[in-house]
Every structure is written in C-alpha cells, then in structure tokens.
C-alpha cells in the first residue's frame, strides 16, 4: 500500500506511526492503567481495614459497674478510690464532699405541665411513679495541682472500673505569688443501687 507512494512520503509515515502509537498509549492506555492500579490499591486497603474490624473483639458492655450498692462502706469506698486517682495525677486533696445535696429542681417539668403542682397532684403523681433503680449521688473534691495533674485526675476518675461522671468543674489561682499551683473544684457524680434495683452482674475477669 505504501510501495505506490514517494521515498519522502514513506519516511514521515513511517516516523508518524510510531508517534501517533505512542500519543494514544499515553493519552488513553495509560490513564486507564493508572486507574486501575488505583482501585486495585484501594480494594486491597479496604479488605485490610474490614479484616482488621472483624478481629477486633465487640467491648463488654458489663465491663464496667454501673453502680454500688447502697451501704455505709460505699462513701469511704469510694474516697479512697478518688485518693488512689489524685495521687497517681499529682494532686493534693484539701477539702471533700462526699454527699452534696440534690440540686434544686429547674422548674421545667412544672412549665412542662402548665404550671406548679399542687401537693394532691404531687401525691398522685408519686404514688404512679415507679421505685428508681438508680440513684445519683454527687460528691465535690478540692484539689490542689497544676493544670496537667487536675486533668490527669479527671481522666482517672473517668476511666475508674465503677462509672462515674464528671459534673463540673472549676480551676482557679488563688495564689498568685505561685502561679503554678492551681485549686480545682471537680464535682463527681456516682451511682447507687436502689433495693428495687437487680443485683449487677460481675464483670468478667
């Protein structure tokens, strides 16, 4: 087919060929291949990441207690936990509360209801409600530190075997000759088991 055509004809064809060849493997093949190799990567790292979250083990929602049951031995219980957590965080206790009176009612259930109770349907209202299983117990600790011990002190009480929560918090200098040491007020709230309440399971050991 080419025989027919001039010697300087044939040459650039036979230079062109190669070039337009080489054009559309890079302007078409190779993108292609690219992606490609893209999705295969990405195939490869999600079917990593599914075999990593099937080995992982689902956590046991019993591994924690929930709440103490309600004896005389829980309040100093559970100081003596609080100590253990200031003193591993650095923290010096200089004041406790271990039962601080229940916080006031908000008044929104009463606005929630179209205005105040009065003691016959207080009454009645009490005498429909069931026995809590639960009861929320706060306790005040005052702390003495630097910013990272009363933090390291939160973090402990947080992640403590038993659940507690933490309710507020204040921190304030109030010596400014040692900027560094600073008072911490941390309000804990802990949990008691009510006599209506089904004894918690142990947790596995």
């Known amino acids: 087919m080419l025989s027919g055509l001039p010697p300087h004809i044939q040459q650039r064809v036979a230079v062109l060929v190669p070039l337009v060849a080489l054009a559309l493997s890079i302007f078409f093949v190779y993108p292609g291949w690219v992606q490609w190799r893209k999705g295969l990567a990405e195939t490869e790292d999600l079917g990593r990441q599914l075999a990593e979250i099937k080995a992982t083990p689902i956590p046991l929602a019993s591994a924690r207690e929930p709440g103490a049951e309600d004896t005389p031995s829980e309040p100093p219980e559970f100081f003596a936990k609080a100590r253990e957590v200031a003193q591993a965080a650095g923290c ?4 406790f509360d271990l039962t601080l009176p229940p ?9 929630a209801m179209g205005g ?17 299983l639960i ?6 600790f005052e702390l003495e530190s630097n910013y990272m011990g009363i933090r390291r002190f939160m973090m402990g009480i947080i992640q403590a075997p ?3 929560a933490i309710a507020s918090v204040e921190i304030t200098a109030p010596n400014l000759d040692n900027p560094g040491v600073l008072k911490g ?3 804990i709230e802990r949990y008691i088991r009510t006599a209506a309440a089904v004894p ?5 050991k």
């Open 92 to 95: 010096r206790i200089v004041g």
């Open 103 to 111: 916080a006031p009612p908000s008044g929104e259930k009463e606005i």
């Open 116 to 132: 105040n109770e009065t003691e016959e349907q207080k009454a009645a209202r009490k005498a429909k409600e069931k026995p809590p």
């Open 135 to 140: 009861r929320p117990v706060r306790a005040k």
């Open 162 to 164: 038993r659940l507690y």
């Open 185 to 187: 007020v941390v309000e």
């Open 200 to 204: 918690a399971p142990e947790p596995p």
